[in-house]
């Protein structure tokens, strides 16, 4: 399994992309710039998108997206998300105001976007990827995702402050090859992430407590004015697994 990090952020500026993962070059786990960091040649082999949860940072580059590959893609683009999720882009984003609604464009039976709803604990095939949903906590429904293909195995957190499915799942997978797990904010703001649902170095430090096994970790979704201070932050834990999920590198899992 070929895991291409194209927004490894939990904002935006120069050099920091939001999140954004390219599975196999089909798949694409959410979609916070998707549009601006592959040329369209390669947005159109993207057949199928994955989506944790309705914030803009998760799906900021959709409406692009989508405009990119119309009519140029074999059939519709597939959305995968919680019943939640698609509620929400229903409503707020493809509502005809802020963007066309493409579940009925160019036609209602021929659609440039489907709609598909993924429910917590069961897996789905999603090109050629076993992904199951897993609850984590967060202000809006919000799902991290097991993926696994061939003998590869990844977990991956989206966006969580402290919870408790996400470790139950690592420590009962045979083998595991990598754990994203994200962490935010820098420990001053340690009120701001405990609000909003995300990790800090300490609450990450506290968190990691309940895992059992060593497995390559691998930090993502810092916010792009922490990233010095929450770099320094986890120096300090000297944890000999952790590592930075790198923007623009390919990781290859097997
Ligand atoms: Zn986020
Ligand atoms: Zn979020």
Redo the contacts with the bound molecule.
Sequence with gaps: MEIEVLGGF?GECLGCR??CLLIDDRLALDA?SLSEALPVERQVGVRSVLLS?S?L??LASLPFFIENIFGKSEGPIEIHASAATIESIQSHLFNDAIWPDFTRLPNRWLPTVRFHELKAGQPVEIEGVRVTPIPVDHPVPTFGFLLERGGAAVLWS??TGSTRRLWEIANSLPALNALCI?T?FDNSMQEIADLSGHLTPHTLERELEKLERSVPLLLH?LKPPCVEAIRRQVRRLANPDVEFLEQGRRYSFS
Aim: no cysteine.
């Design positions: 939990g939001m999140t916070g949860h914030h940072d998760h989206s966006d994200e935010s979704h």
